[in-house]
């Protein structure tokens, strides 16, 4: 059964830039924080930027920070992730992630605390 769904990805010069979508068919985001994970061969996961139910709070990961942005449209029930200066290293698949959380909760969630994945979609940056 599908969970999520991400879109967005392709083949991409470095110094380009993509929109990353993730959509839910199932649930409403509005009570979800939603979270964008990476992952190369060989390599494990790793966090790359997450947007609580609100939409008020954002986090990214030291990797990523002023080159990323995450946002939520609620009306669409979708979070965006745009990924802008581009580099080699930022090839992998990009996950999207969500879990229901209460309004007060504004932390940034760990990994493992998600509930939804979704399939992934590749991002390759070329040099």
């Known amino acids: 059964q599908v969970q999520l769904v991400e879109s967005g990805g392709g083949l991409v010069q470095a110094g380009g830039s993509l929109r990353l979508s993730c959509t839910s068919p199932?649930?409403?985001?509005?009570?979800?924080?939603v979270g964008w994970f990476r992952q190369a061969p060989g390599q494990e996961r790793e966090f790359v930027s997450a947007?609580?139910?609100?939409?008020?709070?954002?986090y990214y990961a030291d990797s990523v920070k002023g080159r990323f942005t995450i946002s939520k449209d609620s009306a669409k029930n979708t979070v965006f992730l745009h990924i802008s200066s581009l580099k080699p290293e930022d090839t992998a698949v990009y996950y999207c992630?969500?879990?229901?959380?209460?309004?007060?909760?504004?932390?940034?969630?760990?990994?493992?605390?998600?509930?939804?994945w979704g399939q992934g979609t590749q991002v390759t940056v070329s040099s």
């Open positions: 199932r649930r409403a985001f509005s009570e979800h924080t």
């Open positions: 992630a969500s879990k229901r959380t209460i309004l007060t909760d504004t932390r940034n969630l760990p990994a493992g605390s998600y509930d939804y």
């Open positions: 947007i609580t139910r609100s939409g008020g709070n954002t």
